[in-house]
């Protein structure tokens, strides 16, 4: 009884705000529900959603950016918060300082960080458009209008917001590493690579495998950077599955379509997690 | 002379192998990191601090010439709605963030420490809704609210971040549950304690750190949320700061400097929680009990 009462409030919440709507999400993938054409009742189609969704011109290209965004972010993020996390973990004046700072990105809302850049990358009066054009001679005006500038300004804004999240949980995994055994590997004449390779790497390697994880999970997820900052253009090259299927479902009120997406990339995710979490369940049950 | 140095850094050495031998390296990577970290909150700080007229001066430089506060007070004059926003936003983020706490303490709790039938298919579910991608459940979210004439709420734009940040404030606490010792709670048993009060007199009291740590994550995700506030909410009464800024960038005249005043506004409160309970976060991220 005191367990119930325990768990119930949580489970009513979580079960009406994402259970029942996940549920619901699987229903409204196989019917041609449009809020624009509510009147009209929505009928089952069977899974012309999903053909839909993979003839759509731009089906391609927003897998194949979705899957680069993926790769490049989860990359970017894990390396970044890998180097940042040795530095933090060595001695130096004013590493609790810089400890406070790093994790700073992680607290400022997505919505401010992206009006912040679009002004900066101005053209007109950007203080690093000024910096780019006079220092570096990029013209700071194609990192919204061509393909590949977007692509790497929407990852490049998404591995600054978010490696600060890797960086803690390495610095954490790191702290457990026994300091004896960076004497005894020195003892044996290991050079500071061979030591990372031969001593730290092994055992940060389960949180990084979790980290890499986490990370995917959150690049699939996140698209309100993408959204704030090109829409997912141009050309749909910055164009996330989580952008279109917004753009689908509250742009174009394609619900049914927009429903179809979710499923996929639910199913996808599923597959992603579904080890990881078996894994520490067993740890919980234990 | 040289000599000295070398033995200096080689005894301040002995317990960091990683970058042994190279000491100017570690400082080389803090200054570009907190360059690259620190920069936008610069930028966006400085550029609030600038007259219209300096903004439009093309030899724009880092620091502003003539460093003014005329931005926040166009801002604070300019758009009477913003008090009634900045009400909204402070209301919706404390409520929601405060039901997060009780409702994920009590839950993870429970499967921290007891077992029941269904426990392993619960955590499991709790897993997967922190994980999977939050727009799957926001396109049926809003067809249901929808139909039941609930969209354009504030009250219930808090209940639904209740529920968003409830899987992942849960399975943070159950990790800090598991390691509290069971002893003491069996020691409050025996001296005739009821489970709740076991649960608010023994189990409340030791974890202050850890929700605190929890309130500091849902804190920031509630503040800084802009898809599911701007799905959610329609009417500018019942605006968030996110959102907010919206009103400011007009389709012919964006007013930038305002923009960037909000801006600051909006992430300084986050960033004093944040300096100030950063170590919990940490601690518990990290799975200890550290005090």
């Known amino acids: ?286 | 002379m040289n000599h000295t140095l070398l033995s200096k850094s080689a005894r301040s050495d002995r317990h960091n192998p990683t970058f042994k031998r190279i000491r100017v390296l570690p400082y080389f990577t803090a200054v570009a990191l907190c360059i690259i970290v620190l920069t936008p909150f610069i930028i966006m700080v400085s550029y609030s601090l600038r007259s219209n007229a300096e903004l439009y001066n093309f030899n724009i430089s880092l620091f502003p010439q003539n460093p003014t506060l005329e931005s926040y007070r166009a801002l604070w004059t300019q758009n009477p709605h913003l008090k009634r926003i900045v009400v909204n936003t402070i209301s919706v983020t404390i409520l929601s963030t405060a039901l997060t706490l009780v409702f994920s303490t009590m839950m993870g709790y429970a499967i921290a420490r007891f077992r029941f039938a269904g426990r392993k298919p619960l955590w499991f579910i709790l897993a997967m809704t922190q994980s999977i991608p939050w727009i799957i459940a926001l396109i049926p979210l809003y067809m249901t609210l929808s139909s039941l004439k609930l969209l354009d709420d504030t009250g219930i734009l808090a209940l639904v971040y209740t529920a968003c940040f409830i899987p992942v404030a849960t399975w943070l606490l159950v990790g800090f549950f598991k390691k509290i010792p069971s002893e003491l709670e069996e020691a409050a048993r025996i001296d005739g304690c009821s489970q709740w009060g076991v649960f608010l007199r023994i189990i409340i009291p030791l974890s202050t750190n850890a929700m605190c740590a929890v309130g500091l994550t849902t804190f920031i995700g509630c503040w800084g949320d802009y898809i599911t506030a701007s799905t959610l909410l329609k009417s500018k009464g019942n605006w968030t700061l996110t959102i907010g800024i919206m009103f400011l960038q007009g389709s012919f005249n964006t007013e930038w400097t305002q923009i960037m005043a909000l801006g600051t506004l909006i992430t300084v409160p986050v960033v004093v929680l944040f300096l100030w309970l950063e170590r919990y976060l940490v601690n518990l991220m990290a799975g200890g009990i550290k005090e």
Request: proline share 4%; hydrophobic share 55%; net charge positive.
């Open chain 1, 1 to 286: 009884m005191f367990i119930l009462e325990l768990l119930l409030p949580g489970m009513l919440f979580t079960g009406f705000c994402i259970v029942f709507p996940i549920a619901k999400s699987f229903v409204m993938s196989v019917t041609n529900w449009d809020l624009l054409r509510s009147a009209e009742g929505h009928g089952f189609v069977g899974l012309q959603n999903f053909k839909d969704f993979f003839t759509l011109s731009h089906a391609a290209k927003t897998i194949k950016v979705s899957l680069a965004f993926a790769v490049v972010t989860v990359a970017g993020t894990i390396l970044s918060g890998l180097l940042t996390a040795l530095l933090l973990n060595t001695r130096f004046t004013g590493r609790t300082f810089v400890r406070g700072v790093v994790m700073l990105p992680w607290a400022i809302p997505g919505f401010v960080a992206c009006r912040v850049f679009l002004l900066a990358l101005n053209p007109d009066y950007g203080m690093l458009s000024h910096l780019l054009g006079n220092v570096f001679h990029v013209d700071s005006a194609t990192f919204l209008s061509q393909e590949l500038p977007a692509f790497i300004l929407v990852t490049s804004i998404h591995v600054w917001k978010f490696f600060p999240f890797v960086t803690v949980m390495l610095l954490a995994a790191l702290s457990t590493v026994p300091k004896t055994l960076y004497e005894a590997a020195a003892l044996d004449g290991a050079g500071n690579v061979r030591q990372f390779f031969s001593v730290t790497l092994p055992i940060i390697s389960p949180t990084l495998t979790t980290l890499v994880i986490m990370e995917a999970m959150r690049s699939l997820r996140t698209f309100d950077l993408v959204y704030l900052i090109t829409m997912g253009g141009p050309n749909y090259a910055t164009n996330v599955i989580g952008n279109d299927i917004y753009h689908n479902a509250f742009r174009l009120f394609k619900m049914g379509l927009a429903s179809a997406q979710g499923v996929v990339l639910f199913l996808v995710c599923m597959l992603l997690v579904i080890p990881y979490f078996k894994r520490e369940g067993r740890e919980l049950m234990s």
